[in-house]
């Protein structure tokens, strides 16, 4: 298994930026994909961007052309740099990771989640 664990969130202004870091430890080489999710009060998690251990991205419709993910692999790390923020952006952003291609994320592994609110 894999141990995640998400650092970089905050209180950003309408427009302005952040990045999100996840550090994973543990069984690395057995991580096909990993994505950042959120979920804001009242709505479903959702998948917002995704990076394969070939480096190819996807992301959601809502952040397309704003987020960027990215991943150190010296490092473990993977990255959401966040930019042009709006407000409907706030939520609890998780990272996680599959073993597989097609595999669930509800059956992958999960970091305990960090806030970002976009103030108006």
């Known amino acids: 298994q894999v141990q995640l664990v998400e650092s970089g969130g905050g209180l950003v202004q309408d427009g302005g930026s952040l990045r999100l870091s996840c550090a994973a430890s543990?069984?690395?080489?057995?991580?096909?994909?990993m994505g950042w999710h959120r979920q804001a009060p009242g709505k479903q998690r959702e998948l917002v961007a995704a990076?394969?251990?070939?480096?190819?991205?996807n992301y959601s419709d809502s952040v397309k052309g704003r987020f960027t993910i990215s991943r150190h692999n010296a490092k473990n790390t993977v990255y959401l740099q966040m930019n042009s923020l709006k407000p409907e952006d706030t939520a609890v952003y998780y990272c996680a990771a599959i073993y597989g291609v097609g595999h669930a994320w509800a059956l992958g592994s999960w970091g305990q989640g960090t806030q970002v609110t976009v103030s108006s």
């Open positions: 990076i394969t251990s070939g480096g190819t991205t």
């Open positions: 543990g069984s690395i080489f057995s991580i096909n994909t």
